[in-house]
T-cell receptor
Framework: AQSVTQLDSQVPVFEEAPVELRCNYS??????LFWYVQYPNQGLQLLLK??????LVKGINGFEAEFNKSQTSFHLRKPSVHISDTAEYFC???????????FGIGTKLQVIP | DAGITQSPRYKITETGRQVTLMCHQT?????MFWYRQDLGHGLRLIYY???????DKGEVPDGYVVSRSKTENFPLTLESATRSQTSVYFC?????????????FGEGSRLTVL
């Protein structure tokens, strides 16, 4: 079985400060990892994904994430946030040969002017 | 415009009534999914479909029925709505059968069951 834990339900951060949103996963086999973003009253959009290869993955809007197999983590980072980054962020995991994608409970990022 | 659309966006109904949430995509993606989003639970998979006339249960299928007679449509029916089904429902699609692919989401349908 696969599962995802997002450790922080809300993260407030000042504008132009760096941010890290934490995600840990559990799986007995190789995984594929994703970060999605949800802006208010909208559906989810893909930010970035890790399938294989380089453990540092760059996504849209200046976000990046690092896959750490030993720590089973896939934390999302941005060096300098903007007001427009205020949204909810979901970490997700899937497994090879397994159709379902499992989502975490989400982390609300609040950027403070 | 191409994309995935859900209707209605907002719905209020009463306990025991039947409700159908519609989902339509214009990409001809093979895979379609229904998720519900609840505070503290994130997104949970209700049902998914690999192609027309092929559907399968997700994590929380009880109380829901789906059908897929055409590739582009994937309606979700609550046969007898309960208050616990108050939620935001998201339809999503994926082009490939490989689960590395991006999920494309609709804007959601907010359902309130009184």
């Amino acid at each position: 079985a696969q599962s995802v834990t997002q450790l922080d339900s809300q993260v407030p951060v000042f504008e132009e400060a760096p941010v890290e949103l934490r995600c840990n996963y559990s799986s007995s086999v190789s995984v594929y990892l994703f970060w999605y973003v949800q802006y208010p009253n909208q559906g989810l959009q893909l930010l970035l994904k890790y399938l294989s290869g380089s453990t540092l993955v760059k996504g849209i809007n200046g976000f990046e994430a690092e896959f750490n197999k030993s720590q089973t983590s896939f934390h999302l980072r941005k060096p300098s946030v903007h007001i427009s980054d205020t949204a909810e962020y979901f970490c997700a995991v899937s497994q090879r040969g397994y159709q379902k994608v499992t989502f975490g409970i989400g982390t609300k990022l609040q950027v403070i002017p | 415009d191409a994309g995935i659309t859900q209707s209605p966006r907002y719905k209020i109904t009463e306990t025991g009534r039947q409700v159908t949430l519609m989902c339509h995509q214009t990409w001809s993606h093979s895979y379609m999914f229904w998720y519900r989003q609840d505070l503290g639970h994130g997104l949970r998979l209700i049902y998914y479909s690999a192609a027309a006339d092929i559907t399968d249960k997700g994590e929380v299928p009880d109380g829901y029925v789906v059908s897929r007679s055409k590739t582009e449509n994937f309606p979700l029916t609550l046969e007898s709505a309960t208050r616990s089904q108050t939620s935001v429902y998201f339809c999503a699609s994926r082009e490939t059968e490989i689960n590395t692919g991006e999920l494309f989401f609709g804007e959601g349908s907010r359902l309130t069951v009184l």
